[in-house]
């Protein structure tokens, strides 16, 4: 029984679903308001009580610990959560969604595959971090426009900057599939376009299509925990002065992470939590890539016998 079964994607499905979950109730779960902090408590001592400040380490009261300024982190994590796993998502289905369109319906009507060449510039050499980050770099930070005007514009260039690699792919499978001598067939006998596309052309993609979503939340996770390096959060960076510090308006969690750097060899609870939740969204998309692969193979092997 554990033999046939799909131990990765199961294991992926339910680590995804329940980011998905978290992201969608949140708020509604949050130990505390968005804005509540402690900067001062008391801790029991040998001596007795002693008067302490933030950031106070995890405990009964803050289960993550509260940051520098006494913001409960589990509280910044269950609030910035949307904001990391469904902006992910969104974003990666733009991509496949307008890249395998294009990469359909060009692929129907191109006989040879003459427009992938045509892609392929000097932009393909430069990291999409590095366009993104110097035209949002003025943008982003202290920003007046508004966070979700400032996450339709980060967005807009993630899906822009990321839709021809989907389409590429696409292409080059649809190119495939018409070769396939039962689509040939098919076409000798005077099927439509819209009859290949149906009937042919979307089941032998549908698994691939899944598996290049997943890939491309990973890839979208990927270059907005790059942003974060450089302190371009999404949704916004707030900069204070004196001492320069950036924060992520939407509490995101590479914003977490990255406005948490100074907290690497102490208080690390701070940066810590944020961290590992991260990771563990991460590693729940790669088992479900791979999960999803290890059954496409399986598919085709079976279709192969046949």
């Known amino acids: 029984m554990l033999k046939s079964m799909n131990i990765k994607l199961v294991l992926g499905v339910l680590l995804f679903g329940g980011f998905i979950l978290i992201s969608l109730i949140g708020p509604l779960i949050a130990p505390y308001e968005v804005d509540y902090n402690k900067k001062i408590g008391y801790t029991q001592t040998a001596e007795g009580q002693q008067l302490v400040s ?3 380490p995890p405990s009964q009261e803050f289960k993550f610990g509260t940051d520098k300024w006494g913001y409960d982190i ?4 269950l609030h ?4 990391t796993v469904l902006g992910t998502l969104l974003i990666a289905i ?4 307008l890249g395998g369109i294009a990469g359909i319906l060009m692929g129907l009507h191109k006989k040879k595959r003459t427009l992938r060449k045509a892609t392929i510039s000097v932009w393909s050499g430069i990291p999409t971090f590095v366009i993104i980050y110097f035209i949002m770099v003025g943008i982003n930070i202290n920003s007046s426009i508004p966070i979700w005007g400032l996450i339709l514009i980060q967005s807009v260039l993630m899906i822009f900057l990321g839709v021809s690699s989907v389409y590429n792919v696409i292409f080059s499978k649809t190119a495939e599939i018409k070769k396939e001598l039962y689509v040939v067939a098919s076409i000798s006998l005077g099927a439509s376009n819209n009859h290949i596309m149906v009937k042919h052309i979307w089941p032998a993609l549908k698994g691939n299509i899944m598996i290049i979503l997943i890939n491309e939340a ?4 990927h270059l907005i925990g790059q942003l974060g390096i450089f302190n371009l959060f999404f949704g916004g960076t707030h900069q204070q002065f004196f001492p320069t510090i950036y924060l992520s308006v939407t509490h995101e969690w590479s914003g977490l992470i990255g406005q948490a750097r100074g907290f690497m060899y102490h208080s690390h609870w701070i940066i810590l939590f944020p961290l590992l939740a991260y990771i563990l969204f991460l590693f729940s998309l790669y088992l479900t890539s791979s999960g999803l692969s290890d059954l496409q193979v399986k598919k085709v092997r079976k279709a192969s016998l046949l």
């Not at 589990?74 to 994590?77: E, R």
């Not at 733009?94 to 969604?97: F, I």
């Not at 990973?218 to 996770?221: A, C, F, G, K, Q």
């Open 80 to 83: 910035g959560a949307k904001y």
């Open 74 to 77: 589990l509280t910044l994590m």
């Open 94 to 97: 733009a991509r496949v969604l």
């Open 218 to 221: 990973i890839l979208v996770l």
């Open 54 to 56: 933030s950031p106070f």
